[in-house]
């Protein structure tokens, strides 16, 4: 999330409306002109990680996003977040439940190469503003978003892999590589190409690049599956290779 920070430029700030604080342990990220929808950027991690959590802490949360205007946002808890006492303090300051994230990790196993007739390579800034359309659309980011998004391809500690139908832009994935560690996010698959295997080969090429690099350990996450919603990609990500490791708990305003 500080890296995605960092790749906006002076005009995406301004567009986007886009801000980071940190208070105390959490990092709270703010994009005041982006949809409600836009949860994956308006969010705050870390939470009672580093040190104990306070209720100045989730007030300084609240009056950050009232100022700017955001009504939906997340706060995102680890299980390991102290004291007990922040569920009772998040509640106290108008915050509810709302749906987790599953965290996933992954040992460095080689995959298979997923079957598929679309091509599958990593790309570079020529093909940023497609990835950051398929993006911003699966995402539910908003037009806005699409220049910042668009820097990622190319991006040092990024590595951005995209499906092809011909010469056409299919799907997308990326990978995020920090000190022997690897993050996979941003998968997605334009409308008009799913269920043609897309998803399954953009992981495999991440892992396996992600190997290649000498990854210890291998991250993702998604949302767990609720009635109505049954997360396809938590399916997807369990053939990859991963194992479920704790839920994320989300708190939303009520």
């Known amino acids: 999330m500080e890296d995605l ?25 703010v994009a005041r002109n982006l949809p409600d929808s836009a949860i994956v950027v308006n969010r705050v991690l870390g939470l009672g990680l580093s040190g104990p959590a306070s209720r100045e802490e989730i007030k300084a949360i609240i009056s950050t996003y009232s100022e700017n205007e955001v009504a939906q946002y997340f706060v995102q808890l680890h299980p390991d977040a102290s004291p007990p006492e922040v569920y009772e303090w998040m509640r106290d300051e108008g915050l509810k439940s ?12 080689k995959v298979e190469d997923r079957q598929t007739n679309l091509t599958v390579r990593e790309i570079g800034p020529e093909y940023g503003p497609a990835f950051g ?7 539910d980011l908003g037009d806005k978003a699409i220049p910042w998004l668009a820097k990622l391809p190319g991006r040092d500690d990024w590595h951005i892999f995209m499906s092809f139908d011909g010469d056409k ?55 767990v599956s609720v009635p109505g919603d049954p997360q396809h990609s938590y399916s997807n990500i369990l053939k990859a290779g991963f194992k479920e490791d704790y839920v994320r708990d989300n708190y939303v305003p009520s």
């Not at 709302?98 to 196993?109: A, I, L, M, N, Y």
């Not at 359309?133 to 995402?139: M, R």
């Not at 799907?171 to 996010?185: E, M, Q, Y």
């Open 5 to 29: 920070h960092d790749a906006a430029d002076q005009d995406d700030i301004r567009e986007i409306g886009l801000m980071r604080l940190t208070v105390n342990s959490s990092l709270i990220s």
């Open 133 to 139: 359309e398929i993006i911003c659309s699966a995402f």
């Open 98 to 109: 709302d749906r987790g994230w599953q965290k996933f990790s992954r040992d460095p196993v």
């Open 169 to 223: 832009p299919a799907g997308v994935g990326a990978l995020f590589v920090k000190n022997g560690f690897g993050w996979t996010d941003y998968g997605a698959t334009s409308p008009e190409f799913r269920r043609q295997g897309s998803q399954g080969a953009v992981m495999a090429a991440r892992l396996n690049l992600a190997i290649e690099l000498g990854c210890q350990k291998i991250f993702t996450c998604t949302g």
